[in-house]
C-alpha cells in the first residue's frame, strides 16, 4: 500500500534526508554579463545613428539633391497622392490573396506527379517537367503579356476576357513553376528510412505522403516560400502593364498629370509595408529552426 504522504525524501548513506541541491549562481559573473548587454545595445544604437547622420549629410551634399528631393520627395505631392495610391492598391492586396492560395494547391500537385513513380502517370510527369521547365524559364513579363492579350483572341467560350484575370492566371502559373521546386526539394529531403518504417507499420503509399512525409515537408520549406510570397507582392505590380489601375499604376497615373514622382516612392513605401511582415515572420521561423537543428546536433 502505498504512502498518503507522497514520496520519500532520498536518503544518504546514514539514513538522513538529503538537503536539495541548489546551483550556486555568481552574482558578479550575471553582472559581467549584463554590463556587456549594455554595452552592446549602447554601441550598436550608436554606430546606428552615426552611420544615417553620415548618409544623410553625404546625400543632402549632393549638388543635384534639391532637384531630386523635389521631384521624388515633395510633401506636397505625397499627400496628394497618398490616397489614390492607397485604394489602388487593394486590388495588389486581392490578386494576391487569390494568386497565393492557387499556387499552393497547384505547386503541391506538380511537385507529387513529378515524384510519382506510377507507370501510367509518365506522360503526365513529362507534362509536369515541361511545364516547370517552361514557366520557370520564361519572364513573368511575358507571361502577363502572352496570356492577357493572346488568350481572348481564341474567344474561348465562358472564360472571361478580364485583364485582372489573365494577369491574376500569369502569375499563377509562372509562380507555381517555382513553388513546386521548393516542395520537391522538401519532400525529397525526408529521410526514406521514414517512409520505410510507415509501410511497415501497414500504411500504404498515400496515407505515408499524407501523414509521415508531407507534415515534415512543408514545416521545412515555409521559410523558402514566405520568401516567394513576399515576391510575388512585388510581382502583382505587373498587372499594371496590360491596364488595370492597381497601385503601381496609379502612382504612374498621377506622376503623367503633375509632372511629379513623389507618387512612386508612396506606392514603393506601401509594398515594403506589406512584405515586411512577412520577412520578419520569415527570419522568425529560420532562427527557430536554426536553434532546434542546433539542440538536436547537442543531444
Not at 485604394?87 to 499552393?104: D, H, S
Not at 496590360?242 to 508612396?266: C, L
Amino acid at each position: 500500500m502505498s504512502d498518503p504522504s507522497g514520496p520519500a525524501a532520498p536518503l544518504d548513506v546514514s539514513g538522513a534526508p538529503l538537503s536539495p541541491v541548489v546551483p550556486y549562481v555568481d552574482p558578479e559573473r550575471i553582472a559581467k554579463v549584463q554590463r556587456k548587454a549594455r554595452n552592446n545595445i549602447t554601441i550598436s544604437v550608436v554606430s546606428t545613428v552615426v552611420f544615417v547622420a553620415v548618409l544623410i549629410g553625404f546625400i543632402a551634399s549632393l549638388p543635384g539633391w534639391p532637384a531630386v528631393q523635389k521631384q521624388f520627395f515633395n510633401p506636397t505631392d505625397f499627400k496628394a497622392s497618398f490616397p489614390s495610391v492607397v485604394e489602388a492598391l487593394w486590388l495588389n492586396i486581392r490578386i494576391f490573396a487569390v494568386a497565393e492560395v492557387l499556387i499552393l494547391i497547384l505547386s503541391l500537385a506538380i511537385a507529387l506527379v513529378r515524384l510519382s513513380r506510377v507507370p501510367w502517370m509518365l506522360p503526365i510527369r513529362a507534362a509536369a517537367t515541361g511545364y516547370v521547365d517552361f514557366f520557370r524559364g520564361t519572364p513573368t513579363l511575358l507571361v502577363v503579356y502572352l496570356l492577357t492579350f493572346g488568350v481572348p483572341q481564341l474567344q474561348l467560350p465562358h472564360v472571361p476576357n478580364s485583364a485582372v484575370f489573365w494577369a491574376t492566371v500569369s502569375l499563377v502559373l509562372s509562380y507555381s513553376a517555382y513553388v513546386s521546386e521548393v516542395f520537391r526539394a522538401g519532400i525529397t529531403s525526408v529521410h526514406p528510412a521514414q517512409q520505410a518504417a510507415a509501410r511497415t507499420l501497414g500504411l500504404s503509399n498515400t496515407q505515408t505522403m499524407r501523414y509521415v512525409v508531407l507534415p515534415q515537408a512543408v514545416r521545412r520549406v515555409i521559410p523558402p516560400l514566405l520568401n516567394d510570397f513576399a515576391s510575388l507582392q512585388k510581382d502583382t505590380a505587373l498587372v499594371s502593364v496590360v491596364g488595370p489601375v492597381e497601385a503601381m499604376r496609379a502612382a504612374e497615373n498621377y506622376a503623367n498629370v503633375n509632372f511629379n514622382y513623389t507618387s512612386f516612392i508612396v506606392a514603393a513605401l506601401l509594398f515594403i509595408a506589406l512584405s515586411l511582415p512577412v520577412a520578419r515572420f520569415t527570419d522568425r521561423l529560420m532562427a527557430k529552426q536554426r536553434k532546434k537543428t542546433s539542440a538536436g546536433g547537442a543531444l
